[in-house]
């Protein structure tokens, strides 16, 4: 079904390089040590404005009640130095709990020190911003109600400001539009801090699951590399008892009880010969238990990416060609590279799926550029998602289906790491199309003969 022939593909000699376009939290998101520091840093600060308002602004607070408050959070801090001399990880429950006292400690200095007119009122957007960024969306949204509560009681209930007694107050709507300015500030620093962490932990995560699957490739590579050297060392003794175990049959008659399992023994010899003789065969033809060091021509790198994925409903056609000039470059030599072979093989067997009956594959080298050209006969990329491609969890079927959408993101981000660059496109033809293209340079090792 895999056919080879030299039809070009001009259009891709005129696609620039420019051209082409270069996770869930975890379980115990945030460690108990880093809310304790920030926890210090909040009780030293509070401390220092009680003090310098009461003496230095000659403001009458109320240092007792004030100081029991932030003594509140001191006693904690204390009780899980003591608890946990060592390191840990909070879980998100946990975590939400710690955030949730700092924002009802905080509500609680407020209270004392005149409400929402207080100057330092922001600060109740700190935990909201904090869990949004580290914790899940139920947590943060939790605790955004939470904050939205205590600003609505410190509007109506409060001790007043020393200013008050000189015969200034603030209006109440002033209060009100600072009460609106908090709401607002708590919802918008809740939704967008959470979307761009969530943004960062799906990559995280898709990045994982990248090198996970170039790992499981170079795993495969060094596996077939082990099969061909046994294969290498089997073969001599096994020779030697083929040789032995003939010898022996010769000095037995027919009739000797011994006789079959002699035979026996020889025919099984010569059948371990025949599989490793396989073994060997398979690596030098670039399946997929060759060694990552081999050295060989670019197409034929391509078709052992391909090869793999063949269906019985769909014909590949694979073509390779020099670029166009009056002196065509030699074809480009390059090492057997996993992160080439994984990533090529996931476009192809997309591509594959969503034919109706072929695939093209073509190879394309000039002096400069080396460039595959993968297209195939099906519906194409919808527009929806053509300009989202290559970004984690994008997917056109559904996930009960098995797939998570993160095919075309580790491809993608494997042959980037080759020193590749990837772009995806509906072909005027019909059908979806994916180039890529590297530098000559880079995926050619000059200093290494081809027969090396």
Not at 251 to 271: A, C, G, K
């Amino acid at each position: 079904m895999t056919s080879f022939g030299n039809a070009p593909f001009p259009e891709m000699a005129h696609v620039p390089l420019s051209d082409y376009a270069y996770a869930p939290a975890v379980n115990d998101p945030v460690r108990l040590r880093t809310l304790t520091l920030i926890r210090w840093v909040a009780i030293a600060g509070q401390a220092l404005a009680l003090l310098a308002v009461h003496y230095g602004f000659g403001f009458d607070v109320p240092l007792g009640p004030a100081f029991a408050v932030v003594a509140a959070s001191l006693l904690l801090n204390l009780i899980v130095l003591t608890g946990h001399p060592t390191p840990v990880r909070l879980g998100v429950r946990s975590a939400a709990a710690f955030l949730a006292f700092d924002i009802l400690q905080l509500a609680a200095l407020l209270y004392l020190t005149g409400g929402l007119e207080n100057p330092f009122s922001f600060l109740l957007l700190a935990p909201v911003a904090v869990s949004a960024t580290i914790l899940t969306i139920r947590s943060t949204i939790a605790l955004c109600v939470l904050s939205i509560a205590c600003i609505t009681i410190l509007a109506i209930w409060h001790f007043p400001l020393p200013w008050t007694a000189g015969g200034f107050s603030v209006p109440q709507v002033y209060v009100l539009g600072i009460w609106i300015a908090l709401a607002i500030g708590i919802l918008f620093f809740a939704i967008y801090t959470w979307r761009v962490a969530e943004e960062a932990r799906r990559m995280s995560s898709a990045l994982a699951a990248s090198q996970l699957a170039l790992a499981r490739e170079q795993q495969l590579a060094a596996l077939g590399g082990l099969a061909a050297a046994a294969a290498h060392e089997l073969g001599s003794p096994l020779g030697t008892i083929a040789v032995a175990s003939g010898e022996i049959a010769r000095e037995l008659s027919p009739d000797s009880p011994m006789y079959d399992d002699v035979q026996l023994l020889i025919s099984e010899t010569s059948r371990c010969r025949d599989i490793l003789a396989e073994l060997s065969d398979r690596s030098e033809d670039g399946d997929d238990t060759v060694s990552p060091f081999v050295l060989l021509p670019v197409h034929a790198l391509v078709q052992a990416a391909a090869v793999r994925h063949e269906a019985e409903n769909v014909a590949f056609d694979l073509s390779a060609t020099a670029g166009p000039s009056e002196d065509p470059a030699a074809e480009p030599v390059v090492a057997r590279s996993p992160e080439i072979i994984h990533g090529l093989g996931t476009i192809i067997q997309n591509a594959a799926q969503f034919a109706r009956d072929r695939v093209e594959i073509n190879t394309q080298w000039d002096r400069e550029f080396i460039r595959v050209h993968i297209r195939d006969d099906g519906p194409g990329f919808a527009a929806g998602l053509l300009e989202r491609l290559g970004e984690p969890y994008i997917s056109s079927r559904k996930r009960s289906t098995g797939h998570m959408g993160l095919g075309i993101f580790i491809a993608r981000t494997l042959l980037q790491r080759s020193g590749g660059a990837i772009a995806f496109r509906n072909d005027s033809e019909g059908g979806a199309a994916v180039d890529i293209v590297w530098r000559r340079d880079t995926l050619e090792n000059p200093d290494v003969e081809s027969g090396g």
